[in-house]
């Protein structure tokens, strides 16, 4: 089946306390994408990757890292979290550099306390 | 930054009738996309019109687009009570690779 995997769906952690949100797509998607959804903000992006090893900055990176050394794999990683990172974290990819179809994962419940 | 501006926030109708959320956006586009959402869960993919269509038709849905108005609509038919959902519309700029999200109208369709 077709998909794109998030793990894991829930974590609540501890400022400062690193973590990775991992994100895999077996569509052999060149395009990835994070996001972050938050009541009244909508869906804003993170960063994206438009293929392996080159990733870009969305709207909103600050206090996010990603790398996409396999195809596959789009992991987000927060170094440092903060509670002001408390969201609903969604991963999706795409086939055609960004601009078609968005399949996305099934989100990620983060809270940092 | 936001492009696509949702209205309305908010929509209840009954069971049956037609449901009908309009898009605005600011910038021009390359397409225009509509997604739905139930209660946190992930997005899916609903429709996407190009630039360049006016309307488009997927079974009960109809999208139609105005780039002289910068707006869009999304027409729900005989709605169901699984309809029930966050509705998104979503811009693809010209020379952009990424889609810009509104913030959604939130459609319950009571039984």
């Known amino acids: 089946e077709a998909q794109v995997t998030q793990n894991p769906r829930y974590l609540i952690t501890v400022t400062g306390k690193k973590l990775t949100v991992t994100c895999s797509q077996n569509?052999?998607?060149?395009?990835m994408s994070w996001y972050r959804q938050d009541p009244g903000l909508g869906l804003r992006q993170i960063y994206y990757?438009?293929?392996?090893?080159?990733?870009d900055k969305g709207d909103v990176p600050e206090g996010y890292k990603v790398s996409r050394k396999e195809k596959r794999n789009f992991p987000l990683i927060l170094e440092s979290p903060s509670p002001n990172q408390t969201s609903l974290y969604f991963c999706?990819?795409?086939?055609?550099?960004?601009?078609?179809?968005?399949?996305f994962g099934p989100g990620t419940r983060l809270t940092v306390t | 930054s936001q492009q696509g501006e949702e209205d309305p926030q908010a929509l209840s109708i009954q069971e049956g009738e037609n449901a009908t959320m309009n898009c605005s956006y600011k910038t021009s586009i390359n397409n225009l996309q509509w997604y739905r959402q139930n209660s946190g869960r992930g997005l899916v993919h609903l429709i996407l019109?190009?630039?360049?269509?006016r309307e488009k038709h997927s079974g009960r849905l109809r999208v139609t687009l105005d780039t002289s108005k910068k707006s869009s609509s999304l027409l729900i038919t005989a709605s169901r009570a699984a309809d029930t959902a966050s509705y998104f519309c979503a811009t693809v700029g010209g020379g952009a690779q990424k889609l810009v999200f509104g913030q959604g109208t939130r459609l319950t369709i009571n039984p």
């Open positions: 569509m052999n998607h060149e395009y």
């Open positions: 019109i190009r630039s360049n269509e």
């Open positions: 990757s438009m293929n392996v090893e080159v990733t």
């Open positions: 999706a990819s795409s086939p055609d550099r960004g601009i078609s179809q968005q399949y």
